[in-house]
């Protein structure tokens, strides 16, 4: 199958610079890249006209702020190839990494969207996800409604099925296919995608309060989630990942009665058992633990998890 992948940046170049070698490091790795500048005022348009590959078919240079949607509906719906892709300029992938994506889209034929894992190694944790890993064929799917909104790849007719993407992000897309029926999930063994925005990387540009607020302008996440301190971002980044963790893989439990069954429990554990404060306990920990890390020049390890049931 034949791979389109959207590239959208808006300016951090020096992000763009890394995301964009990672991209590009596989020689042998086929696809079609197609990159979209939203209007960025920093550098990055004179960076991408400087990139020579000629596996990059197009560069779009776009006089105006589309945002990330846009852009990639505009990418997608003019591909005639079977598989599409979407890489965020803040994303380091591992070389290769879709070959494998690619052949489980091949031999799964209702997989929907199948993705690189956005967190750390050591974020995951195999005794607690095992319930969620399922095995189709040669290969293995950590499965959830949905998945990060980078480093993945979906079959076009599922696109030509659902339509464009709507909405600031992916997620209410990828859980109205999870719904009719489409296997969604992370690739197992785990093939990591270093998100850059993570805190908890080494090349993020949120090391400290300071940072964290002269970034919050372009950042996407932290504007959506409403992110008003570092912590909060900690507290949000620990909560995404108890949920990919430990929650139903069944989309049914993400709509409807059960969703709100499932909202009430969470609010009474709140309010009876202190979730929220020992969340936030956690997230603090884990934030301080990152920023000693860093400041030691000993950053978590990023490659490849290959941990298997």
Known sequence: MNVTLAFVTYNRLHYTRL????????KTEQF?????????????????????????????????????????????????????????NDCIMTPGWTKP?????????????????????????L???????????????LRHPWTCGTGLLIKR?????????????????????AMAGYINGFYYPLIHQEHMDDPKSSHSVLKDEQSYQAAKAVTF?????????????????????????DS?????????????????VSRLRRKFFNDEALLRKQAKIAMLDAQSRLKSDTPVKSELVMEST
């Not at 995301?19 to 596989?26: C, E, F, G, V, Y």
């Not at 659902?162 to 296919?177: E, N, Q, S, V």
């Not at 996440?221 to 963790?245: A, F, K, P, Y």
């Not at 989309?251 to 709100?260: E, S």
């Open 248 to 264: 139903p893989w069944q989309a049914k439990f993400y709509v409807g009665w059960r969703k709100k069954a499932r909202m009430s």
């Open 157 to 177: 007719s599922a696109y030509e099925r659902f339509g464009h993407l709507t909405g600031p992000g992916t997620t209410g897309y990828w859980l109205k296919m």
């Open 19 to 26: 995301a964009l070698a990672s991209i590009l490091a596989d």
């Open 101 to 125: 994506l690619a052949q489980a889209h091949v031999d799964i034929r209702n997989l929907g969207v199948v993705a690189c894992w956005h967190y750390f190694p050591d974020d995951f944790d």
């Open 32 to 88: 079609s890249l197609y990159i979209w500048d939203n209007a960025s005022s920093d550098d990055t348009p004179e960076f991408l006209k400087s990139i020579s590959d000629p596996r990059i078919k197009d560069v779009v240079l776009s006089k105006r702020n589309v945002g990330q949607i846009e852009a990639v509906n505009s990418i997608w719906s003019r591909s005639k190839d079977e598989l599409l892709g979407k890489c965020d």
């Open 221 to 245: 996440n932290i504007n959506r989630h409403g992110q008003e301190t570092l912590l909060d971002r900690w507290v949000w980044r620990q909560r995404v990942l108890d949920e990919l963790l």
């Open 127 to 141: 005794r607690r996800a095992e319930h969620k890993i399922q095995t189709f064929g040669s290969h293995k799917i």
